[in-house]
């Protein structure tokens, strides 16, 4: 299997949604855009978002076993995907690469 970056390209927040319909939560979401996590083939790293994995990790399952070109052509480098998670209030978008080393 193959090891696959994952980088946090951009975080966004939604204070009106927030303040109308959630409850308050401290640390709903730790992630700094540029962040780097490296997913040891299928494996959720350390420290990344139990949730945020959720909505990524068949992702990293197919690019880590070797798949590509998802959605016929979607992407420029077909061995990569741009995944959000699912958190309505505070999206987090990731860029998700295969890397060429394999892992232990």
């Known amino acids: 299997m193959k090891k696959v970056k994952i980088t946090v390209m951009r975080t966004a927040c939604y204070t009106d949604l927030i303040e109308e319909y959630e409850n308050p939560m401290v640390h709903a979401c730790d ?3 540029g962040q780097v996590f490296v997913a040891n083939g299928w494996k959720r790293p350390e420290g990344f978002c139990d949730s945020a994995w ?24 077909r061995k990569s995907a741009m995944i959000s998670c699912n958190d309505g209030f505070r999206p987090v978008s990731f860029l998700l690469e295969a890397m060429e080393e394999e892992t232990d």
């Open 31 to 33: 992630m700094q855009e």
């Open 54 to 77: 959720d909505s990524i990790s068949a992702f990293v399952m197919t690019l880590s076993h070797g798949g590509e070109d998802f959605y016929g052509g979607w992407m420029k480098n």
